[in-house]
């Protein structure tokens, strides 16, 4: 499962070093190909000569020690890893990253990764259970990242108890695991999703838009990977970091956003647009900037290509499904949309609601079907809203695609 995987391990300081150095020897020798990125603490306990003959890879240490000119060394770690391994991770390295400081290699590197990150403390008994060091876990924990628990046993500093980095080849047996091929619901499927707003230039400086965050499409995105999906997530201008897994195309008008969506509509099974699509761009697009002046200013607006309708024309084996933001009348416009563009499945929700509106971190929706389910989802996150919802359209048709208003 682990030939040409890409894991990098960041070792920090502690005397469960050797672990790692045994962690990476059996990695390589199950097929992975593994780099290492170590603290200067760490390089007290075990020198990066060590783990280079175990990885036959540089080992990476000084954040301004670049070995190749032609990339940013922490970036390109960064970018290159199909999974990162923090082992161990000391209480240190676990406060850095909870708080978002980087001010070494390991740091900058996992707040660079997109890649799923996992840490594997090793410390002392009390320090493991110091009420800050909690509080940092479960803080990475909700933000996503997974921890590899220690074991019990005898610790260097003389106590029994937890705090124990896990053995080798456990780690090695859950990294497989990680690996291993599940037989999920949209595996071989195709999954295109849109995602965030879209901007319309009026000038050099100035352009129409609207509030939309991006958080439901990319939690979508999200979801779909999980489930199996090969997913391609069509972002407008967000402040997001890109979705682990998920192949993303970054546009800024509706009609780039309309062009990479059918670019990529033929061969979709699912596709998810929950992207605000403006309805109106300005008919002219000024070269220089507009100066103020005494009078009133007038912009002359046009209509975008309606995206969603335009996939409902051309439907043939894809399922279309709608997110339709409204502020009144919800259940009644999202089935006029439902039926006017030909959509299986729309999902509405009251945008002027305080646990639902553009920027939340939860939502309120209802999802109608073209069979006649209504079906009501209460304030949740959107994280996971997304699951449910996929997994109710996957219940009842297969496959699925959302759009996001």
Request: charged share 25%.
């Amino acid at each position: 499962m682990l030939v040409n995987k890409k894991i990098l391990i960041c070792v920090t300081g502690g005397i469960a070093v050797y672990k790692s150095v045994a962690l990476v020897s059996k990695l390589a020798q199950a097929g992975a190909d593994v780099k290492v990125v170590m603290t200067k603490s760490a390089m007290e306990f075990v020198t990066p000569l060590t783990f280079q003959a175990m990885s036959r890879n540089d080992v990476f240490f000084d954040t301004f020690d670049e070995k190749d000119s032609s990339v940013i060394a922490h970036i390109d770690l960064a970018d290159w890893a199909d999974l990162v391994v923090v082992a161990p991770a000391t209480a240190n390295v676990i406060g850095k990253v909870a708080n978002g400081i980087s001010d070494d290699m390991v740091s900058t590197v996992l707040l660079a990764t997109t890649a799923e990150v996992w840490f594997a403390p090793a410390m002392n008994v009390n320090m493991y259970g110091n009420k800050a060091v909690i509080r940092n876990i479960s803080r990475l924990a909700e933000d996503g990242y997974r921890f590899i628990e220690p074991s019990e046993g005898f610790l260097a500093c003389g106590y029994v108890g937890k705090g124990r980095l896990e053995e080798p080849e456990k780690v090695v047996e859950l990294i497989s695991e990680r690996f291993e091929p599940k037989n999920l619901p949209l595996t071989g499927k195709k999954v295109v999703i849109t995602a965030g707003p879209t901007r319309e230039r009026i000038d050099p400086v100035r352009y129409v838009s609207n509030f939309s965050s991006g958080k439901m499409g990319y939690a979508m995105a999200e979801a779909a990977v999980t489930l199996g999906a090969d997913t391609t997530l069509i972002s407008g201008p967000v402040s997001l970091p890109k979705p682990a897994g998920v192949t993303v195309i970054d546009v800024e008008s509706a009609a780039e956003m309309f062009n990479a969506v059918c670019e990529n509509y033929e061969d979709a099974s699912i596709v998810i647009k929950s992207a605000a699509v403006a309805d109106y761009r300005p008919a002219e697009i000024h070269p220089q900037k507009i100066k103020k002046g005494e009078d009133l200013a007038v912009i002359e607006l046009e209509r975008t290509t309606d995206i969603l309708k335009t996939l409902g024309e051309r439907k043939e084996k894809q399922l279309l499904v709608g997110f339709a933001a409204e502020t009144e009348n919800v259940l009644k416009n999202g089935m006029t949309k439902l039926i006017g563009k030909n959509l299986d499945f729309i999902v509405v929700n009251d945008v002027t609601d305080p646990d639902g509106g553009f920027g939340s971190e939860t939502n309120v929706v209802t999802l109608l079907s073209k069979s006649g389910t209504n079906t009501p989802y209460p304030a949740m996150s959107k994280k996971e809203l997304a699951h449910l919802l996929l997994e109710n359209i996957i219940k009842e048709e297969g496959f699925g695609v959302i759009h996001d208003r």
